[in-house]
């Protein structure tokens, strides 16, 4: 039962391994992520195959997570329609968004499908700083009042895969002590294991776009529910 089935990468053409993002506790085989790359460094990620591995209850010790948060799948797969539907409707207007456009109508309905409530600043912090002089991160996701992962917004027209996005970014979530981090356009969210010993361009853990492959992106988001 604990062998997963192996699923297609989105936009890319090397098969993944069913896999479980730790930082939070999550059911096994739910989501996908790229062998060869940051996930072959994920303490405690459950796979497929002969790596051994945690068992979840070892994990939300070692996170010190507590309880386990459910999504219902209807409200995030609903969501996550309405914003492929968006996203057409805006492609075929040629809408210029900006950034804060892009989150209110793409970006924070995915967060609160996800269960995590955008407007306390306990959960999610808007604008989050370490230190006062440092630039913002969007959004700080916080258990307990601590930062387990960083999300990144840009408009929904940018090119993610211009490095110059997520370099400066992965760099300040190692130095702050925190491992996952999302940069996304609202289409596009590309995962990141900040702390995996690679070179920051293989960092990558998984990329998916929600107006190309649904199945795909419920498979990866669902893992960034709040537990």
Known sequence: PNDLSTTKCSRTSRACDGTAIPWLRRRPGRGVACPGAAADFVPGLRVAGPRASRSLAAISVSFGIVGHGEVLVDALLGTL???????????????????????????EPVLKALGWDTSNPDEVHHEYRRLSNDNPVD??????????????????????????????????ATAAGVQWVVLTNGAEWRVYNAHAPVPIE???????????????????????SKP
Do not use: M
Request: with cysteine.
């Open 81 to 107: 329609k309405e914003c492929a539907a968006r996203i057409d409707d805006f492609r075929s207007h040629h809408t210029q968004l900006g950034e804060q456009n892009t989150k209110a109508a793409l970006i």
């Open 139 to 172: 959004y700080a996701l916080l258990l307990l009042r601590t930062p387990r992962l960083f999300l990144e917004a840009k408009d929904l027209w940018v090119n993610l895969a211009d490095p110059k996005w997520s370099i400066q970014f992965i760099s300040y």
């Open 202 to 224: 293989q960092k990558l853990f998984r990329t998916v776009r929600i107006d190309e492959d649904l199945d795909s992106a419920y498979s990866v988001l669902e893992l960034l």
